[in-house]
């Protein structure tokens, strides 16, 4: 994938600096802020229903305790899988909690503030069509395909349905620009003789896989357009001679665009003075592609002054 244009701004989770992650308001905030890109998680329910929501387990942002007590597995964690669709419509979505139990982010928007539901894909689609329908402006999804091998074990091929899904929703229209993303290798290389091969795949980086090599890149591109990385990968390269900011430069040369996760105003990587500046340096001094961000107002401000609107 050669680099065209401006960094795309990937609204993570919607605008999730500004209200519950994944729910249907926080993506109406990030296309009224000028994304363009809005993110999809998806996981299944017991019901085989697709749905946009980060984990696995539902006790970090919602209030499953309360409406079913004594439902969690063995290791205490309330599972998305063991639940059918009715069942979390009676769930409310609130603000991400830490393993303490108080709010991740004290500065955003409060578990008292108001009550929110989880989407499924097929709904959360159809909403953004007709965002594009009413206001005449394009955007695009950003699906993940959410731990596979864990879904395949439950029973279900997540990928495939995830794939029917799309398909059927863009058949309705309007047909809207997709990335479909994955930390599975071996899942993306499975599903790409199913797609579109217009498609463009992206092959997600956690830092604890460590920085990639120029050899991994190859392979990579093999199958997909773009790498997804952790922040802390272009930030903090492992102590192999790498320059901060060269795995842009390396991916490039292996013909992928680089999308990096998460920037977050509230949660800046350390010894960096401000939003703006890791802005600076990661779309306009090392040239990334776009940006997965809980603030898409702020980068789009800043690309739109700094880069040009």
Known sequence: MQTIGRPLVI?????????????????ALAFGQGADYLEQDVVATRDDQLIVFHDLTLEQTTDVARHFPGRQRADGHYYCRDFNLAELRRLGVGPRLD??????HPGRFPGTGGRFGIPTLAEEIRFIQGLVRSSGRMVGIYPEVKDPAWHHDEGIDLGMNLLDTLEACQQQGPRLPVFLQCFDAGELQRLRPHCDPGLPFVQ????????PSVARLGEIASYAQA?????????HPAGDGQAAGSLVADAHRAGLAVHPYTFRRDELPAGVESFEALLETCLVAWGADG???DF????????????GG
């Open 11 to 27: 609204a993570h989770r919607g605008a999730s600096g500004y209200l519950p992650e994944h729910t249907l308001v926080a993506k």
């Open 99 to 104: 393993p303490q139990g108080g709010e991740r």
């Open 204 to 211: 997600l980086l956690d830092s604890a896989g460590g920085r």
């Open 227 to 235: 790498i997804g990385p952790s922040l802390k990968l272009l930030l």
């Open 291 to 293: 940006l997965f961000t």
């Open 296 to 307: 898409p107002d702020l980068a789009r401000s800043f690309i739109d002054q700094r880069l």
